[in-house]
């Protein structure tokens, strides 16, 4: 399948993106403004037809200063290509070479180069290239780069350096879609800033208790890392004193998916992102492994001088990952196989996931017994139980952890060998992080997805996916018909699934069972009411009968009485 097709399964139009010099931070931009209209704007990428283009351009007598200068543009453009990197937008800062250069160029002191390689980052990953230089030269940037490619160090980094000492008070927020995916960042931040003074910090609890806890150390801190309701829940707090003015970064992580959803989600996200950009003045860098147009959209009209970055293909599932599909015909079939592949020997750490909560805890009751250590985390456990579980993941002692669509962005576990799909992902978009979460850092990784007859909807999008990146996939999957609208809305609302159990039904009693939560209210009272009758006539007829009887017996009394008086009178 070609890429194009690709683009049409995702829904997604290839947007021009455009880029403006003007330093001012805020205000909309024309939709005229794309690269094309405009002369200055450098274009960058992996595809050789469009430096062809380019080099059809006048063919004028340049200066030597010129000359050095499209060399120079050159040999970039050469490097970004054997990097994947497509950069897009005016005067883009090179990439880097090595971390070394951070030294050299950006004057980022030596001991906080020296934890990136503690760290075990010997060389910059393609996104960290082109990312940290445009960030450390205040470049609004959207970058969309493959799933364990690095994105977090790429916005860390230079966060951290431009943060200099310590101030006390926010002046670089970074905000992300789920409390774990917070957590993680958190964790890397400390990380990284190992070297410094600065204070970093997540916005955890919302106990009524603990707000003016937390207010506290966020008023100390440097960088605040959040998901937008705690951080616009913390901010309408009447008590709260936390001053934004000095934010000078925001950073978006998985910016796509605070653009998606239902219109609702939308609206409260962007009404969220009001508030917060109202309350600094502050620069915006978003990164993601997949793009959406609405995304694009809203960057071309809000962020000045942008540039956008990518690395590979967009929308892309990592290359590191082996996947395959797996036809499993019905629901029951999907356990038959789940058993299969735990008798064959699953080799953990291993993800599963699962398309709601309800599904996830009937999952873990099925396994629990099978001799895997098995573990589940959904939204409706406490925070408390989804750290723990969350901890003894990455500490080895829970084997498979069951998962709903809460684990399936950013969550970085180190050396997850398998990813299964149990029920197949809502979308495309949904996939390709789904299956992200293994082979990352260059590892490399297995994801298999369950199917059935049920599923045939939405499985083109996901089996281009996968051909895209170089796995095997049948030919009929992709020129399957599709349906729009329903896979628009299996994206909002899941697909009705039988239980996931094994559990031998008794067909007879649980028709009688189904027969009586059928009932209604009214059809039971007029059933007992019936059943009072009944019984009254049952209690009727008995007492008629026993004066029936007596009067017979009456009858032949008196009967009786007469011919015994008459005997007596002879
Ligand atoms: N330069 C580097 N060299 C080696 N490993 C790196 C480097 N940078 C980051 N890593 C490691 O790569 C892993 C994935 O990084 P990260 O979580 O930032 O990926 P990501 O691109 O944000 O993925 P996702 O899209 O799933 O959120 C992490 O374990 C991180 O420590």
């Known amino acids: 399948m070609k890429n194009e097709d690709i683009k049409e399964e995702l829904n997604i139009k290839e947007e021009i993106e455009s880029g403006s010099d003007n330093e001012e931070l805020s205000g909309p931009q024309t939709d005229s403004e794309d690269e094309d209209s405009d002369p200055e704007l450098q274009v960058i990428e992996g595809d050789e037809g469009k430096t062809k283009r380019k080099e059809k351009k006048k063919k004028s007598k340049l200066t030597p200063e010129e000359l050095k200068k499209k060399l120079e543009l050159e040999e970039q453009n050469h490097f970004r290509n054997e990097h994947g990197i497509k950069a897009v937008g005016r005067h883009i800062p090179n990439a880097l070479r090595d971390f070394n250069e951070l030294i050299t160029k950006y004057n980022i002191s030596r001991s906080m180069v020296e934890v990136l390689l503690q760290c075990g980052y010997s060389e910059p990953t393609p996104i960290q290239r082109q990312a940290i230089p445009c960030l450390l030269e205040n470049r609004q940037i959207v970058a969309c780069a493959p799933t364990g490619s690095g994105k977090t160090a790429a916005f860390l980094m230079p966060l951290l350096h431009m943060l200099g000492a310590p101030q006390g008070g926010p002046r670089a927020l970074v905000l992300c879609p789920t409390r774990e995916l917070a957590n993680q960042i958190y964790r890397e931040a400390i990380r990284l800033s190992a070297s410094t003074q600065l204070r970093c910090s997540v916005i955890r609890s919302l106990k009524e208790s603990k707000i003016k806890e937390r207010e506290a150390t966020i008023r100390k801190s440097d960088l605040v890392i959040s998901t937008p309701n705690r951080l616009c829940y913390l901010l309408k707090q009447d008590t709260v004193g936390i001053n934004m003015d000095k934010v000078q970064w925001l950073v978006i992580d998985e910016a796509d998916k605070l653009f998606e959803g239902s219109q609702e989600e939308v609206d409260t996200f962007r009404q969220q ?187 083109r999008s996901i089996a281009a996916v996968m051909k895209q990146s170089g796995c095997e996939v049948p030919e009929y999957m992709l020129k399957l018909k599709q349906n729009p609208n329903k896979r628009k809305r299996l994206v909002k609302k899941a697909p009705h699934r039988d ?72």
């Open 273 to 459: 992102l009001d508030v917060i950009l109202s309350s600094c003045k502050s620069r915006l860098a978003m990164f993601s492994a997949t793009h959406t147009p609405s995304i694009a959209k809203w960057a071309r009209h809000n962020m000045r001088g942008l540039i956008n970055i990518t690395v590979g293909h967009r929308n892309a599932a990592s290359s590191s990952v082996d996947q395959e599909l797996l036809f499993c015909g019905n629901e029951s079939g999907k356990l038959v196989a789940f058993r299969q592949l735990i008798q064959k020997g699953l080799k953990p750490p291993v993800l599963v996931f699962v398309q709601s909560k309800d599904r996830a805890k009937e999952l873990f009751k099925e396994l629990l017994y099978d001799g895997i250590q098995v573990d589940v985390i959904h939204g409706d456990r406490t925070q408390a139980q989804r750290d723990k579980v969350v901890r003894s993941f990455r500490l080895g002692r829970v084997w498979v952890l069951l998962c709903t669509e809460l684990m399936a962005r950013g969550i970085d576990f180190r050396g997850v060998n398998l990813v299964i799909n149990y029920d197949l992902p809502p979308s495309a978009i949904s996939y390709i992080h789904r299956v992200g979460r293994a082979g990352r850092a260059g590892a490399k990784g297995r994801a298999i997805t369950f199917f059935t007859q049920d599923d045939v909807v939405n499985l």
């Open 499 to 570: 239980k996931i159990s094994t559990i031998v039904k008794k067909p007879e009693k649980r028709k009688l069972d189904s027969e009586e939560e059928n009932k209604t209210e009214k059809d039971k009272t007029e059933r007992i009411s019936n059943g009072k009758h009944r019984k009254q006539r049952k209690v009727d007829n008995v007492n008629q009968h026993k004066k029936h009887i007596k009067q017979k017996e009456n009858k032949l009394g008196n009967k009786r009485k007469k011919k015994l008086g008459k005997k007596k009178n002879i």
